[in-house]
């Protein structure tokens, strides 16, 4: 089959293109995906530095990618409630990058929901989710939200503001129209970013999620009054050294479905929505991370095995 393999930690480069990878035979309790869609996302570049191995061990060859959306191709052993045939979308155990893979972590895909809002909804979605929960923000608070433009942090403002929160996302001006339209208040980062969130928020704000990293963490400190409880980072590398949780952990695999399944139908209904920057064919999976890694993208980078 189609594959993107790696053999070594390193940049774009150490990615290679085959077409001779042997098909993953699924083992008990898991199914196989002729995948028709694959998500990109910036883990993909840190598990390929080697930077992320105490929640993503490699072993080598690997295969690169969490997300997907495709079609079941075989059950495993003990498999029941799907069927050969039947669309799904979820997290592979193989790696995404790839003709087939193995998944014991998928949802149903419901039929209004494109291939491409699919494949960018299980990472994104998830972790939004996740993140929110651990500060337990809820209606009639104000959240700051860094990165509020990224794929991740636009889902995160679509939950938080369905649940009554009133959001605060930081983002560059070009992104500011995008926020809007998803209900946020943006602010531009860089020097100054306390007095513009002030300003944006004059009865303080309850809860920062970080989805950005880039030296973001001081001024939420500050911002919060040194409360750090309430502060949680999916980006920031120093997290541990200001004392502020970083996020990497999925939650338990029941959750995490019921999570999906709840996010699949808001997708479908138009209620939650991802913004696409590219679709590239699977042999172009290095100039994709590349992109990804440089953080250029405006939305979601997808690939087609």
Do not use: C
């Amino acid at each position: 089959m189609e594959a993107i393999v790696y053999e070594e930690f390193g940049g774009p480069e150490v990615l290679r293109h085959e077409t001779g990878v042997a098909v993953p035979e699924p083992g008990a309790g898991e199914v196989r995906v002729k995948v028709a869609v694959v998500g990109v996302n910036p883990v993909d570049h840190k598990r390929r530095y080697g930077w992320v191995e105490r929640f993503y061990p490699t072993t080598f060859p690997a295969v690169p990618g969490l997300e997907f959306a495709g079609t079941v191709d075989a059950l495993g052993p003990g498999v029941t409630g799907v069927a050969v045939g039947d669309e799904v979308l979820g997290w592979t155990k193989t790696g995404a990058y790839a003709e087939y893979a193995l998944s014991e972590l998928y949802v149903p895909k419901p039929a209004a929901l494109s291939w491409e809002q699919a494949a960018s909804l299980p990472v994104a979605g998830e972790t939004a989710a996740r993140v929110l929960a651990l500060l337990g923000v809820k209606q009639g608070e104000t959240l700051l939200l860094h990165g509020a433009a990224g794929v991740v942090g636009s889902v995160a403002v679509q939950l938080a503001v369905a649940a009554g929160v009133t959001v605060i996302g930081t983002a560059s001006e070009p992104n500011h129209a995008y926020l809007r339209s998803l209900g946020a208040i943006p602010v531009t980062y860089g020097e100054g970013l306390a007095t513009r969130v002030r300003a944006a928020a004059p009865d303080g704000i309850d809860a920062v999620f970080d989805a950005a990293g880039h030296d973001t963490l001081p001024v939420s400190i500050e911002l919060m009054a040194g409360e750090k409880a309430r502060i949680v980072t999916i980006a920031a590398t120093d997290a541990e050294a200001h004392g502020i949780v970083f996020s990497g952990v999925m939650a338990p695999p029941e959750e995490v479905r019921a999570t999906l399944t709840t996010q699949t139908t808001q997708a479908a209904q138009g209620t939650l929505t991802i913004r696409v920057a590219e679709t590239l064919p699977l042999k172009e999976a290095a100039r994709a991370q590349a992109l990804s890694e440089s953080g250029s993208p405006r939305g979601k980078l997808l690939l087609l095995p």
